[in-house]
C-alpha cells in the first residue's frame, strides 16, 4: 500500500509501459475525468519499512491531476495532517474526495475552485478497540452518494 505502486499508461500494441508519476512516489485510487484526458489521484513518497497503518497515515498524500497529453502534474489539496484520497469528479473540474487525519478520523471533502469544504464527518474506516482499519481498497463514492 505504501510502495511499488505506480500509475501509468500501457500501451498493448508494443508491450510497453509509461510511468507517469515521479520516481519515489506511489499512487493509490486513480480516477478519470469523463473525458479520459485526466487523471485524480493520491500519491505520497515512498516508504519500504513502515510499522502498520498508525505510521503509514501519518504521511501526506495529496490529491494530485495529471494531464495524459501533456503529462503536466497539478497538486490540488493540502491537507495540513493525514492523507487524502478515492477522489471523484462531481463536475468538469470540481471533486469529491476522502481524507484520513493522523488520528483515523475520516471525512468527505468537496474541492470546488481552489476551496476545500468538509461535507461530513466520522465516517468509520476504523476499528476503534483495535485501531486497526477494516477497510482497504477502492471506494466508489457514487454507490453512497447523490449530489443533486
Given at each position: 500500500?505504501?510502495y511499488?505502486k505506480t500509475?501509468g499508461i500501457?500501451n498493448v500494441l508494443?508491450?510497453?509501459?509509461?510511468?507517469?508519476?515521479?520516481?519515489g512516489?506511489?499512487?493509490?485510487?486513480?480516477?478519470?475525468?469523463?473525458?479520459g484526458?485526466?487523471?485524480?489521484?493520491?500519491?505520497?513518497?515512498?516508504?519500504?519499512?513502515?510499522q502498520?497503518?498508525?505510521?503509514w497515515?501519518?504521511v501526506?498524500?495529496?490529491?494530485?491531476?495529471?494531464?495524459?497529453?501533456?503529462?503536466?502534474?497539478t497538486?490540488?489539496?493540502n491537507?495540513l495532517?493525514?492523507?487524502?484520497?478515492?477522489?471523484?469528479?462531481?463536475?468538469?473540474k470540481?471533486?469529491?474526495f476522502?481524507?484520513?487525519?493522523?488520528v483515523?478520523?475520516?471525512?468527505?471533502?468537496?474541492?470546488?475552485?481552489?476551496?476545500?469544504?468538509?461535507?461530513?464527518?466520522?465516517l468509520?474506516?476504523?476499528?476503534?478497540?483495535?485501531k486497526?482499519?477494516?477497510?482497504?481498497?477502492?471506494?466508489?463514492?457514487?454507490?453512497?452518494?447523490?449530489f443533486?
Amino acid at each position: 500500500m505504501n510502495y511499488g505502486k505506480t500509475l501509468g499508461i500501457l500501451n498493448v500494441l508494443t508491450g510497453t509501459f509509461e510511468s507517469l508519476i515521479p520516481q519515489g512516489q506511489t499512487a493509490m485510487t486513480p480516477y478519470y475525468s469523463a473525458n479520459g484526458k485526466n487523471i485524480l489521484y493520491a500519491s505520497s513518497v515512498e516508504i519500504k519499512n513502515i510499522q502498520g497503518i498508525g505510521q503509514w497515515i501519518k504521511v501526506k498524500h495529496p490529491i494530485y491531476k495529471i494531464n495524459i497529453e501533456t503529462k503536466k502534474i497539478t497538486q490540488l489539496t493540502n491537507s495540513l495532517n493525514g492523507f487524502d484520497f478515492a477522489p471523484v469528479y462531481i463536475s468538469n473540474k470540481d471533486i469529491v474526495f476522502l481524507r484520513a487525519d493522523s488520528v483515523g478520523n475520516v471525512s468527505m471533502w468537496e474541492l470546488e475552485d481552489g476551496n476545500e469544504t468538509k461535507i461530513i464527518d466520522g465516517l468509520v474506516f476504523y476499528s476503534d478497540q483495535y485501531k486497526t482499519q477494516n477497510y482497504y481498497g477502492h471506494f466508489n463514492n457514487s454507490y453512497y452518494i447523490d449530489f443533486g
